[in-house]
């Protein structure tokens, strides 16, 4: 197998030098220096990999090294059009300042641009930039460079290589044409392999059920929500969905194995992974892996219990306080003749989070551009500013201090196929992947360590009762977005469109005839652009109609019996895909994994029953009798 190396070198640059690119200028200043999560100054990795890909260039076209594949080592834009980037062999951490340099005279400098007919200062050129050391001064930065290496002496090589390239750079951040930023000297002050601090239990109690925490180094992108009104402004989402975890698990083995080709499914024709991980090649598809959501409490994993997707049955009463109507059979006033307001209706629809187990996570803003090789200005139309998210909750308001931040920690459940034989090799196999140093998450890939814990940690809310059905009825509640119907069938017919007739036949299919539909609370969104194109079920264009977490639906038993153990299946393992779609598939001759994104087994459709929630918190309706 191939081992992952970190090389940590160590940056002098010559003050004066800026780095922007991250939160907004400050009174009396036009341009301040990046700070990361900690508030200490920073040159973003992603700037440090573009004059580094920029100085190899030049050393390829001047003979001074050869043998370099500049797309393998740093990626490239798809060439299909979309944003999403190819692979990149090389991840860049943050390089921090290392030491607090000389106290600068003034804690700005002034830049203005002289109008040549006049003479004098030309209109709205003046600029203020925030100085961080004296000019002249040395600055240390320090960061880490990580890769995939056959052997120690690969690494060495390309570690050589690498360290050739920064060496090439002439200056650093931006106003280089001024004598910003100047590079004094590039030092490696370390090359070894990864050691992540992931921790595993001692003993496994159970062979099929583990939990994953997550807490992150770094700051985390997830996806990429484009804001309304803004193209060139882009959200992360606050969940991390298993398909994410599932998918850079399986780049990471593709990378140890030593794989060219770092997108290949991983299944027993996968001949480099299968060579050393036989079982988890052979059944990777059928492991599933939930969403992981950032809980808010548990400083020992003893103590966390996973977040609640807080349900669409929840409403406002006329009292300023939330109650559920899911168990009323009927549209009901309260006490006071009012209306309940529902989520769409809240000014904060996050009003309930934290009482349902969600971290408020801090976020930052970082602004990225890509560079025009001739003229060394900012590319036309390549600017962008990404919300990420940093590994800390929230501050309280007002609060800037730094002392005992305490890190979110993403919980995620694990549920290993059930095997005849080889239960055991197949969980071995799963740890002694992670074990092996995989520790990258997320769009730009974001460091973290992880703490397996045998079994499910439990939900911050508990089931009303060990019972599956309560007085013959379940509530059905969705913890993550799931596809229970087919959009596109329905829209020749969208004029006629009984959302009830619909949901009714997935659960009556999903339960296999033994409950029926009472009623739902659900929303539904169209989930397009690249994963419809890719993921197309037919000749046409057509994005996914999902119906989102926190949908409800309660469902009334025909067959206790059997609807109890139709119950149990969906809660441990997520709902399937509807019968239509999976017909579609098997005639395209794919496994639904290839042919849909949504598949349970990437966290999609998970389920929790009967929350005590619904039943502590009833909505205080006029009429009791309508109540179940």
Known sequence: MHKSFELTVRLTLQAPLISSGGGDATRGL?????RNA???FALQGSHLKGKLREAMQELLAGGAIAGVNLIELFGNENRAGHYFPEY????????????NPAVPASQSLTRVS??????TSRENFLQMTENIASVGASTEWEGKISFFAVDTDQAKKLAGIILLGLKWITAVGAVKGSGYGRLENVMQVSLAPCQPRHTFPSKPVSQRDLTLIFTFDDDLLIGGVKK??????????YVIPGAVIKGALARFLNELCGNTVLTAGIDGSNAEVHQHFEKLAEHFSALHISHAFPSSNGSSAAAVTRAVTVPFSTARASENK??????????????????????IDWKDPEALNKDFGWAECEIINKTRTAIEPQTRRAHEKKLYTFQYLTPYV???ANSKSNVDRSKVKWVAHVRLPELKTAQQQLLDDFCLAIKSGWQFLGKRGARFTCEVVPGHVPAKINSHEPDLLVDGFAIVALQTEALLFDGRALAPQRDQINLFEIYQRYWQQATEQSCDLERFFARQKLWGGYLAQRYKLGPHYYPFVLTEAGSVFVLRAKDAERARTCLQELKENGLPLPEEILQQIAAAGKAPWQACPFVRENGFGEINLNLEWHWNNSFPAANEGDQL
Do not use: C, W
Request: proline letters at 5%; glycine letters at 4%.
């Open 228 to 237: 309304k009104k803004a193209v060139n402004y882009l959200e992360s989402q």
């Open 88 to 99: 990149a062999a090389l991840r860049f951490s943050d390089f921090i300042l290392q030491s």
């Open 322 to 343: 939330f109650f559920d109507v899911a168990r009323i059979a009927k549209p009901q006033l309260d006490h006071q003749g009012r209306a309940p307001e529902f989520m």
């Open 394 to 396: 929230a501050r309280p």
């Open 30 to 34: 036009n341009r301040i220096f990046y």
């Open 38 to 40: 900690d508030g200490q």
């Open 114 to 119: 002289i109008d040549t007919q006049t003479g």
